[in-house]
């Protein structure tokens, strides 16, 4: 195996499916190609992925974009190429950045300017014109020198570039010049504002780019995250009270505002509606009629501009620390209507709802972008290459074609799907389906609820280390959690919808020393997709039921959007089951993290065993369907100890 390694590809050996990603990854780079890859756990894509491109990021002149939304994925990446870099003994330079805010020492965490994109780019453009910011102004060759040099984590160049009193943002993206590869977020290529700045900064045409998304399966949710936001009435009262006695004008404006909300909220009433569309024109409209007839008239535009400049006059010092409580909650809220307002009228096609509960309380409005492929098409289109790769990129056909990378859309480019098998042992995964149970909406109630509970806490008997159950939400976390015994209810520990991060990773800590710990936490939450487990913490994983969305308007108007765009049967899926699915893999995938975890997987509701959702499950999912999943665990677990 040895000799047939690629040059920079830095460990002794290559593992099974790794040489193939790896053969499919040079060959995108090389013919100017997209590859979107399902490369499940284990398969080491970082280094895979990296060892190609950077070899011909390194000959052709091009820079590698190494996207990712994870902190601890920026980790990897860094570790890897400083490890490709020592083995190889080749020069290149490596930049590792995160976005403006969070590299800025003026913005401290927690400061109003972290919260708010707008409030701090007014800020900091100002500081930069008046020359007034002392980092901006410093220049030091020698910060460069050393960041050009060495591979630095973000932190490391954040803390060096502090002490050295320049900006760490502008001086990373002045090395980005020179850079072979840039660690960074989705946003620098898939917001087209932020994208069009970095790269007239660092002096790159997006053809220069050779595109690395990582966690791909991510990346429509993020585009269409990217492009929305969510106004409450509540929001809107509590800053026109604010205003009421200081600025006459805006308060009055606001209360129009809040009259507009009153009416579609009176609608809703009447027809008996808690959800209902509404046009982006006719918002924009009505606040355009009322501001025409205030006494100082102004426009839609002008009344955004206006918010601002007043939210900016609260500010008046670097932080938020100086201003009083009172003062920055108004600040924020006046932020908040402003953003929303502004956003509000972008032509995009988004999802646009007024939501209202039965009790009329704090209606709200919210937007969504619905086609993510209008901000992903065109960054396809234009790169030198792209890679998507995710051990949930499955199936990729759908992430492909939802974002826009297909045949009929990019022309002069070839479009790879692949899915790897995983290349871990078989048998160090068993996964089983349960007969009988199900979170089935018509099927839930008191006795579906204990019967999963006591099949819960039978596997739990032959369980030998620490376990997690997955619930699809927090409300049936709750109700199915109240019928557990309570010897297990002693060993759980239960992750909360209101917890913050530090409370999760305490959470971690108490589970990763309690081997006979029993997480109990949702699909889709930072247990099940965020957090990277240990190898060998989890032994077990009960995915409990389908974590299929509520038929809210939104999941019916995406379900729409794509039907229109991909056929009846691929709207479904893509607009509804799918997502679900993902959420199951990701969740299911916790267990087994490196060649010499094992850990059953127990997928308790039968319909996984049925069409069509048993067809949505990649290649490599063998399961069992049995009412005796406890005996498979008594049977996973002494094969186990018999093994040792
Ligand atoms: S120029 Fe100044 S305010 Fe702007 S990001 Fe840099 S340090 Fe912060």
């Given at each position: ?59 052709n ?51 109003i ?33 050393r ?25 990373a ?58 106004l ?60 025409r ?8 535009g ?37 953003d ?109 609820y ?98 299929l ?16 765009e ?32 094992r ?15 048993k ?21 996973f ?8």
């Amino acid at each position: 195996m040895e000799e047939d390694k690629p040059f920079l590809f830095p460990f002794p050996s290559i593992r099974e499916g790794q040489r193939e990603f790896m053969e499919d990854v040079k060959q995108a780079v090389e013919g100017g190609n997209i590859l979107a890859a399902h490369a499940p756990t284990g398969i080491g894509k970082t280094v895979a992925v990296l060892v190609p491109a950077l070899q011909y990021a390194v000959q052709n002149d091009k820079t590698v974009f190494f996207l990712t939304s994870k902190r601890s994925q920026h980790k990897i990446a860094i570790d890897t190429l400083r490890l490709i870099k020592e083995r190889a003994k080749l020069n290149f330079v490596v930049v590792d950045i995160i976005s403006k805010q969070s590299m800025c020492p003026r913005a401290k965490a927690g400061s109003i300017y972290r919260e708010f994109y707008s409030l701090f780019s007014e800020f900091c453009r100002s500081e930069q014109k008046n020359r007034r910011c002392r980092y901006f102004v410093n220049r030091d060759e020698e910060a460069q020198q050393r960041i050009r040099k060495e591979i630095m984590h973000v932190e490391e160049l954040y803390d060096w570039c502090s002490f050295r009193g320049v900006c760490p943002y502008k001086a990373a993206l002045e090395v980005g010049e020179s850079a072979d590869v840039l660690v960074c977020d989705y946003n620098y290529l898939f917001s087209s504002d932020i994208a069009e700045t970095v790269l007239e900064k660092i002096g790159k045409g997006l053809e220069d780019v050779i595109v690395i998304v990582d966690e791909a399966h991510n990346l429509p949710d993020r585009i269409r995250n990217n492009l929305s936001s969510e106004l409450r009435m509540s929001t809107i009262t509590e800053a026109a009270h604010g205003l009421r006695h200081t600025n006459r004008e805006i308060y009055g404006n606001l209360m129009e505002l809040e009259r507009i909300f009153a009416k579609l909220a009176m609608v809703a009433r009447k027809s008996k509606k808690e959800e209902m569309n509404v046009d982006r024109d006719f918002l924009v409209g009505e606040m355009e009629k009322v501001l025409r007839r205030r006494i100082v008239a102004m426009s839609y535009g002008d009344f955004v501009n206006s918010l601002r400049n007043t939210a900016e006059r609260f500010g008046g010092s670097e932080t938020a620390k100086n201003t009083k409580y009172k003062d920055e909650a108004l600040q924020r809220n006046i932020l908040n209507i402003a953003d929303f307002l502004d956003e509000w009228r972008t032509g995009e096609k988004c999802l646009r709802i007024f939501s209202v509960s039965q009790h009329n309380e704090n209606p709200f409005l919210h937007f969504k972008l619905l086609d993510p492929s209008i901000v992903s098409e065109p960054v396809f289109a234009g790169a030198h290459s792209t890679i998507m790769m995710s051990g949930t990129l499955c199936p990729a056909e759908m992430y492909a074609e939802i974002l826009g990378a297909s045949s009929d859309r990019i022309k002069g480019k070839e479009i790879v799907l692949r899915e790897y098998n995983s290349p871990f042992p078989e048998e160090n995964r068993l996964i089983v389906v349960t007969k009988g149970l199900t979170t089935k909406y018509t099927k839930r109630g008191e006795e579906m609820y204990s019967k999963i509970a006591g099949k819960i806490a039978e596997v739990v008997e032959y369980v030998q280390g620490g376990m997690a159950v997955f619930f699809p939400s927090y409300a049936l976390q709750r109700d199915i959690a109240a019928y557990l015994p309570e010897e297990v209810r002693r060993k759980a520990i239960v992750e909360r919808r209101e917890m913050r991060k530090e409370e999760k990773n305490r959470l971690y800590e108490q589970l990763r020393e309690d081997s006979g710990g029993i997480l109990l936490a949702v699909q889709g939450g930072s247990f099940s997709e965020g957090m990277d487990f240990e190898s060998n913490m989890l032994k077990a994983i009960i995915v409990v039921g389908l974590p299929l969305s509520p038929p809210t308007l939104e999941v019916k108007t995406v379900i729409g959007y794509y039907r229109g765009e991909f056929g009846a049967e691929k709207g479904k899926l893509y607009g509804y089951l799918y997502p679900a699915i993902t959420k199951v893999l990701q969740a299911a995938g916790r267990g087994i993290r490196s060649e010499h975890d094992r850990c059953i997987i127990i997928l308790m509701d039968y319909r996984f065993a049925q069409f069509p959702y048993k067809n949505c499950f990649p290649a490599d999912y063998h399961v069992a369907l049995t009412d005796r999943a406890e005996e498979f665990a008594k049977s996973f677990f002494k094969y186990r100890n018999a093994k040792l």
